[in-house]
């Protein structure tokens, strides 16, 4: 059964910086994409950044130069380095993966496997 376990979340003024985690279980797919996604209250849930298992990358227009993915097979986890924060960033952050995408997609309907959550909440 796949677990996807995410931390890092917290307050902070903005332009300051987080670093969002997700350790991930029971997840065996050889070719995959993983990725967080936020929602804010009203709002649908979004792509914000993600990553294949080749390395591949796509981030969303609002984070891109702000936010950062990476991943440590290793360790089985995900991380989101947030610099730059902004309260538009507010949002309960989810991380995500897909053995199905054909490409690191942003789109959430093709991931089946979803985290928690953790919230940001960035003030001004």
């Known amino acids: 059964q796949v677990q996807l376990v995410e931390s890092g979340g917290g307050s902070v003024q903005a332009g300051g910086s987080l670093r969002l985690s997700c350790v991930a279980s029971?997840?065996?797919?050889?070719?995959?994409?993983m990725g967080w996604f936020r929602q804010a209250p009203g709002k649908e849930r979004e792509g914000v950044a993600v990553?294949?298992?080749?390395?591949?990358?796509n981030y969303a227009d609002s984070v891109k130069g702000r936010f950062t993915i990476s991943q440590d097979n290793a360790k089985n986890t995900l991380y989101l380095q947030m610099v730059n924060l902004k309260p538009e960033d507010t949002a309960l952050y989810y991380c995500?993966?897909?053995?199905?995408?054909?490409?690191?997609?942003?789109?959430?309907?093709?991931?089946?496997?979803w985290g928690q959550g953790t919230q940001v909440t960035v003030s001004s």
């Open positions: 995500a993966a897909s053995a199905r995408a054909p490409s690191p997609s942003l789109g959430r309907g093709w991931y089946d496997y």
């Open positions: 029971g997840y065996t797919y050889s070719r995959y994409y």
């Open positions: 990553i294949g298992s080749d390395g591949d990358t």
